[in-house]
């Protein structure tokens, strides 16, 4: 029988497309295992890239962390060489009892700044004064450095007139240093003479030991931040110091993020390359047998086209979900296709854009789309951004990504990114402005006044500073809170805008602080004018709720090139004029003049002397008796503090005390006070009391309660002989935290009274919370007694309301026999006063009471 012709037919395709598969399947395999090599390979790039980028960041940080070290040196060196006491006290002559005994360049270089070698080299080259690790010391500067300090000392007295620090890295001992020198010159203080000799050098010098550098790296973030061995100094990770690393080299360990990515990737890769070729197998046996059904079946190429079509729709589907819009324009740059995302996004429908010119829709600012795209020296793969309107009229920004086509047109996709690029203007918006009140900030004020001060300025046209501290703003966030705050500066910023011109600035540098830079008033009473306007507005009611806020300025005033002519002294001298009127009792405005530097310089040798004065033995107690008024028995005495100012003489309490309150001396000052008092108190009769005042600042800073403890434990007195004076206005800035104090103190067995009564904000309500043991009714009211009914009978309702609640009453200022013979009558209880004593020096009153 002859064979089937059809049969043979039947199996030959079969046998060709299994062929087929088979080839297709194995360079599919092929292809799979060489994308995953090729992802092993850019797992292990990635790996490399991201060491890589670590040991830069270290490179970058460990930099960082030198050149802070290198700032704060040279801000160290700066400070205390261009400096008029050091050039008296280390030049003209060497004083070390100045320079180290009061700790003007002594240990606490060492102890606070880890300043290794201080050296002090006069104008023949000799070292006259060093301290070595806080000690002082008799070394030679270039015995101790281990080399000449010559260069460097004339290198420093080179650059005398410039007051500027010459520095270098070198070896000390074995160990890297960062060695700065300066001539030492009078600074800005008027009232020393140069003599007309070389300047004398200051040398400071810190060693970069283990433990300094370790310190040094974990404030920079960098890991083991050590002196470089000589067997690992070599690497990415070390940095040599000095020339050609003659001073050492640094080492430091950075992270290797490498192991952890490659130990978890590459068995994942292997694991899933292992997966795909089981699936392959599996694919493989399985059309294998389906390809001997399609190859007979008609159906296979139907099945084929409804695949297609699938794939088709499954493109169009995911081109639809994407937020990009799709498009495509022939060589005329007309539009032939747009994606359905398009309307979506813009707004506008697709077909009546279809055959419209791309340069109707789509703008640049430098040039049309069309003549962008043909030119043919642009980015082959451009992505380009763009601008247009919406239905609404909004202007919407685009970037658009374009592909050349064969027939002349281009294809590309397009993404919306005005949201992005108005979050990028904010971002730039907010860096040169505050973000509360809008105004600039101080890198916007530095920049603006840089630019100003580099046009030459002249008397005729000065650039005018005002530097503008509110008054009375404090309570209001106290009081009403921060929001309320809030609303009070930015009511202010607007008044504050609305009072200057066009091309004139209003910036905040502070809490309440703001600075105005204004130009063309060239005459002072223009400039008085203006501040008078100013406060004017300031000073307006702020409605907020169902109540008024009322707040107040000061203006301190300086003016380029009149006072200086740049950014830092103006700013400088504009904080000057403004303490000024500050101290002039505020809501007022002073010019800078040169005298108020004269000022500074003045309260920084007072506050540098009354540090030294505290730990010296310069403060002397006077004690000023207390009387019982109805029997005239002296009842206790005011420990009154006073300075023995070696130049000066006796010094009174009202000209250091706020000293000590601004510099945070008053802790130290109050401690002695209290404790001398105390020990004085313990040798009187066991009928008399000491009296100490304290400040409000003591409420706020240390533990009063238990500074107190100590010192009725070191003298021995019995805690009832205490009584502590404290003023009104102490209960008002923290009234929580001042109660918890008083009743530690009270706890104690000391006694409370609250001082200077009547002349502050308290209330009934006061007296009542806070456990007071008596009032002292402020002198003011004394000094009017004769004159004024009113004043006496305020007197007698302090007395009534201090009997209604067991307080006793006490008198200050008692001058006269009237004034005592009245108080009598109305029964206060005790009284102090001139009349009846003056303060007393500890001497003469014990010799009193003896």
Excluded at 79 to 86: F, K
Excluded at 206 to 226: E, H, I, M, P
Excluded at 695 to 724: M, Q, T, Y
Excluded at 797 to 806: Q, V
Aim: glycine share 6%; net charge negative.
């Amino acid at each position: 029988m002859p064979s089937n012709p059809l049969s043979l037919d039947d199996t030959q395709p079969n046998h060709s497309s299994v062929a087929l598969i088979r080839t297709s399947l194995f360079k599919f395999v092929c292809l799979l295992v060489g994308l995953f090599m090729l992802t092993g390979g850019l797992l292990a790039y990635i790996a490399h890239t991201l060491d890589a980028r670590e040991i830069k960041e270290g490179q970058f940080h460990t930099a960082n962390a030198l050149k802070s070290l290198e700032s704060s040196m040279d801000s160290y060196i700066r400070d205390n060489a261009s400096w008029g006491d050091a050039y008296e006290h280390l030049h003209l002559q060497v004083d070390t009892d100045w320079a180290y005994v009061k700790q003007n360049l002594g240990a606490s270089l060492y102890s606070d700044f880890f300043i290794n070698g201080v050296f002090v080299i006069d104008p023949q080259g000799r070292t006259v004064y060093s301290v070595i690790n806080g000690k002082l010391a008799q070394i030679n500067a270039e015995k101790w450095l281990q080399q000449p300090a010559l260069p460097l000392v004339e290198q420093a007295r080179a650059r005398a007139e410039a007051e500027i620090p010459v520095a270098t890295y070198t070896q000390v001992a074995g160990t890297p240093a960062y060695v700065t020198a300066m001539a030492i010159t009078t600074g800005d203080d008027p009232t020393i003479k140069n003599d007309g000799r070389s300047p004398s050098v200051m040398v400071l010098a810190t060693l970069l030991n283990n433990s300094r550098l370790k310190a040094l790296g974990q404030d920079y973030g960098v890991n083991d931040l050590r002196l470089a061995s000589t067997s690992q100094a070599v690497g990415s990770n070390v940095m040599a110091l000095g020339e050609d690393g003659n001073a050492g080299k640094i080492q430091w360990n950075p992270e290797v993020p490498s192991q952890g990515i490659l130990i978890i990737g590459i068995p994942l890769i292997g694991c899933a390359a292992l997966v795909v070729c089981l699936m392959a197998w599996v694919i493989l046996r399985r059309t294998t047998v389906a390809a001997k059904a399609l190859d007979n079946s008609y159906e296979s190429l139907k099945h084929s086209e409804a695949a297609l079509n699938t794939s088709e729709k499954r493109f169009r589907d995911v081109v639809e979900a994407s937020s990009d819009w799709v498009w495509e324009i022939n060589r005329d740059m007309r539009f032939t296709f747009l994606s359905e995302r398009f309307e979506s996004v813009t707004g506008l429908p697709v077909a009546s854009w279809i055959g419209r010119s791309m340069d109707s829709l789509l703008y640049r600012q430098a040039g049309s789309m069309s003549d962008y795209l043909n030119n043919p020296d642009r980015d082959p793969h451009p992505s380009i951004q763009c601008h247009y309107r919406d239905t609404q009229g909004q202007e919407r920004i685009t970037r658009l990504s374009a592909r050349a086509m064969v027939d002349g047109g281009f294809r590309g996709t397009a993404t919306d990114v005005t949201e992005e690029e108005e979050a990028r203007r904010r971002i730039e918006f907010l860096s040169l402005h505050d973000a509360l009140t809008g105004l600039a900030n101080r890198t916007r004020l530095l920049a603006f006044l840089g630019e100003k001060l580099k046009s030459k300025r002249s008397m005729e046209q000065p650039l005018l500073v005002l530097s503008v501290d509110l008054d009375r703003f404090k309570p209001v966030n106290d009081l009403l809170g921060h929001a309320a705050g809030d609303l009070v500066l930015n009511e202010i910023s607007s008044r504050l805008i609305n009072c200057i011109r066009h091309g004139d600035l209003v910036s905040r540098v502070g809490g309440d602080e703001f600075v105005l830079v204004l130009e063309g008033i060239n005459n002072e009473e223009a400039v008085e004018e203006v501040c008078r306007r100013l406060i004017m507005a300031i000073e307006q009611p702020i409605k907020m709720a169902e109540q008024g806020v009322f707040v107040g300025a000061s203006v301190g005033i300086a003016m380029a090139p009149n006072d200086a002519d740049n950014v830092t002294e103006i700013l400088r001298y504009s904080d000057i004029a403004l303490y000024e009127a500050k101290a002039a009792g505020r809501n007022t405005w002073r010019f800078y003049a040169s005298d108020m530097n004269d000022k500074i310089i003045e309260r920084r040798r007072m506050e540098s002397d009354l540090r030294y004065a505290i730990n010296h033995d310069e403060l002397r107690l006077h004690f000023q008796p207390r009387y019982r008024i109805s029997d005239g028995q002296m009842v206790g005495a005011e420990a009154l503090v006073r300075w023995q100012h070696p130049t000066r003489g006796l010094i009174a309490p009202d000209t250091f005390i706020p000293i000590a309150e601004d510099t945070g001396l008053i802790v130290h000052l109050g401690n002695w006070v209290l404790e001398n008092a105390c020990i004085n108190a313990a040798r009187w009769p066991d009928n008399l009391f000491v009296s100490v005042n304290l400040s409000p600042s003591e409420f706020k800073r240390g533990n009063l309660a238990e500074r107190v403890k100590n010192s009725l434990i070191s003298s021995g007195i019995d805690p009832a002989r205490l009584e502590l004076e404290i003023t009104e206005n102490a209960t008002l800035d923290d009234a929580v935290g001042t109660l918890e104090v008083m009743n530690e103190l009270k706890n104690l067995g000391v006694r409370i009274t609250m001082d200077d009564f009547g002349t502050g904000y308290s209330s009934l309500n006061n007296l009542r919370t806070f456990p007071f043991d008596g009032l002292k009714i402020d002198r003011g009211f004394l000094n009017r007694l004769v004159d004024s009914e009113e004043d006496k009978s305020i007197i007698q309702a302090m007395i009534s309301l201090g009997r209604a609640l067991s307080l006793t009453v006490t008198a200050e200022g008692i001058e006269t026999t009237e004034q005592l013979s009245w108080l009598e009558t109305v029964d206060c209880h005790e009284g102090q006063g001139y009349f009846l004593s003056r303060p007393l020096d500890a001497k003469v009153f014990n010799a009193m009471l003896e």
